[in-house]
């Protein structure tokens, strides 16, 4: 039966060689584990669309009326505070992997030629899921949320010229309104969604077309030298994605769900209070992958360096990490034989660490 | 019969050419509205509205240099809904009698101020700006002194408006 399925397919289209095709792409043997964290990022933007498009049966982006039916679904809706626990979890995981698999990427050098637009579509692709979760902060329409609006326009507000009007814009209107709410609420759930779903296949298809490339330790019994681009096209041993990678890829999924979802279970989504433009005594908290950048903003005071915390370092920052593989184009590969971007980057992720840590502390007291 | 690209050169460039146009027509056919839309916030002006705050002679009564926190409630209109912002005025008498109407808002980034009466300060929670009693810097981010509320008497009622006093570009509210 299920024979006579697949032949009326490969009759047509070919299906099973399609499959083959994807299925046999052949993966550097040594490395596998270190792999799994890109195809753990994909798997878990698909939980993210599909407890979405659930949580969607229920919100409403209006100010007010946010919070409440996020608080309904959550305490109302039968296991409406799983799906959502898994959303938030799932977001929070995902920002961390997403730091796992540059790590694995920056410090194996598998940006480097010819991999730069893999790396640059990852870019693109870190840049959007940091924005979705930012953008879902927002949405809980509780007081963080509304904070967390107007310190992000104003931030926005200092990009030189033409920050008031990009204020304006991201706000959708002079004041935070309804129309703020509705744009943001596009935004998380349309715009950007859309746009790692293509992007996601583009990144794909780039690895995949230059070939998996691997660490340097794929590559030990290679008599080429390091210069030679071709010696990065041959690893010393691969096997079949289908199943010797996928099956790994499948136990780190397992157990990275199975973590999110005791968190949801257990800790869930704090939701917060209503948001309430009069308290005295609110100390609005960005979400933990923010503070660094947080932190940034308490240094450089006064009116000429603000354009420092609030703008010049984390664009230059950012256009750094982005056009990294134009930046380092040595050939070595090998952390140990390119000592000072392996510093670097630890001293980058320590520092990122460090003010993750300070950002978090509590900086002046609610009430003495 | 129309001539197929393989026969001639300068066919194969007609085509290619009217494909390119073709899109480039549709394109910026789409994207005309679709910027309307995205832009249209530019061009719609702010609702400026005045609030009460309170009688002259009641405010004039505080603690000389002692913050009191007074909400105002503007009625604006946003987008298709009219609603009611509440906001905080914070009135301070300085010690000739003067009567200052500060906003609650961070000059930094926005945050809300908490007024700490042991050290005499507003305390920013964000990023640490610190402000003494009559707006000014005194540590932390903030590059300016705390935005004062346009207002007016009227009657012997003070008027606030959702503006604030040298503001030119329009920060915070
Ligand atoms: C939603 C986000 C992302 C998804 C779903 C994703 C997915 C993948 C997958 C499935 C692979 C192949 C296997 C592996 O090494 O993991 C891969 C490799 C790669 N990724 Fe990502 N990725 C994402 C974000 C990023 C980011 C943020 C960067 C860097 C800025 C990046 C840079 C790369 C590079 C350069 C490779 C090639 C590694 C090699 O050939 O050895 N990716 N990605
Ligand atoms: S918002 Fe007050 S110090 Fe940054």
Redesign the pocket.
């Known amino acids: 039966m299920f024979k006579k399925i697949q032949e009326w397919f490969d009759e047509r289209i070919g299906l099973t060689e399609l499959i083959n095709e994807f299925n046999g792409e052949r ?2 043997a040594r490395g596998g584990w ?9 798997f ?2 698909i939980i993210q669309v599909v407890t979405g498009m659930f949580l969607l049966f229920y919100y409403v982006p209006y100010f007010p009326m946010a919070r409440n039916s996020t608080y309904f679904l959550k305490h109302h809706v039968l296991m409406g505070n799983i799906l959502l626990g898994i959303h938030l979890w799932g977001a929070f995981t ?1 920002i961390f992997i ?1 730091l796992v ?2 790590s ?3 410090f ?1 050098g ?2 480097k030629k010819p ?1 730069e637009m ?6 693109v ?2 840049s ?2 940091v924005i979705l979760g930012l953008t879902g902060y927002m949405l809980v329409g509780n007081e963080n949320s509304w904070w967390t609006i107007n310190v992000l326009d104003n931030v926005a507000s200092h990009v030189p010229f033409i920050g008031g009007f990009i204020r304006i814009l991201v706000k959708g209107g002079t004041e935070t309104s309804v129309l703020t709410m509705q744009h943001i609420f596009a935004i998380h759930v349309w715009l950007l969604p859309i746009v ?1 779903i293509m ?2 296949p583009i ?2 298809f ?2 995949r077309k ?6 340097a330790l794929e590559y030990k019994n290679s008599k080429l030298s390091d210069d030679d681009i071709n010696k990065w096209k041959h690893p010393d041993a691969t096997v079949p994605f289908f199943p010797d990678q996928l099956f790994k890829d499948m136990i780190v999924a397992l157990g990275v769900f199975a973590v999110i979802y005791f968190l949801a279970v257990y800790y869930g989504a704090a939701i917060g209070p209503m948001y309430r433009p009069l308290a005295l005594n609110f100390a609005p908290e960005a979400d933990w992958y923010f503070l660094a950048n947080e932190e940034l903003l308490k240094y450089f005071p006064g009116h000429g360096l603000i354009i420092f915390s609030t703008f010049l370092v984390p664009v230059l920052g950012f256009a750094i ?2 056009a ?2 134009f930046i380092d184009r040595g050939h070595e590969r090998s952390p140990f034989k390119r000592p000072a971007a392996t510093v670097l980057g630890i001293l980058f992720l320590l520092l990122l660490v460090y003010l993750t840590l300070i950002g978090g502390e509590p900086k002046a007291p609610a009430t003495v | 019969m129309t001539k197929s690209s393989e026969d001639s050169p300068s066919r194969r460039t007609f085509m290619t050419v009217i494909i390119g146009l073709i899109s480039a027509v549709i394109g910026v056919a789409v994207a005309i509205p679709i910027l309307g839309t995205i832009l249209s916030p530019l061009f719609k002006k702010r609702d400026i509205v005045w609030a009460e705050l309170g009688k002259i002679d009641d405010l004039k009564k505080i603690e000389p240099l002692t913050p009191k926190f007074v909400p105002v409630y503007f009625r604006v209109k946003e987008g298709w809904t009219i609603n009611t912002l509440p906001r905080q005025v914070i009135v301070v008498k300085d010690i000739t009698g003067k009567l200052y109407f500060f906003s609650n808002q961070c000059t930094h980034l926005g945050c809300p101020l908490h007024w700490i009466p042991a050290r005499q300060k507003f305390l920013c929670p964000c990023h640490g700006g610190m402000f003494n009693v009559l707006g000014k810097v005194v540590g932390g981010p903030p590059p300016r002194p705390l935005f004062q509320w346009v207002h007016k008497l009227n009657n012997g009622t003070v008027l606030i408006q959702n503006k604030f006093m040298d503001n030119p570009k329009d920060r915070g509210v």
């Open positions: 993966i550097p270190a792999y799994t964290f890109g195809s753990l990022l994909a878990l933007f995902m997403l698999h540059m694995r990427v920056y194996s598998s940006y991999r893999q790396w640059v579509a990852g870019m692709l870190f959007v899921v790692v992007f996601i990144h794909i780039l690895v230059t070939g998996e490339q691997g660490m990490l982005f990294l593989p």
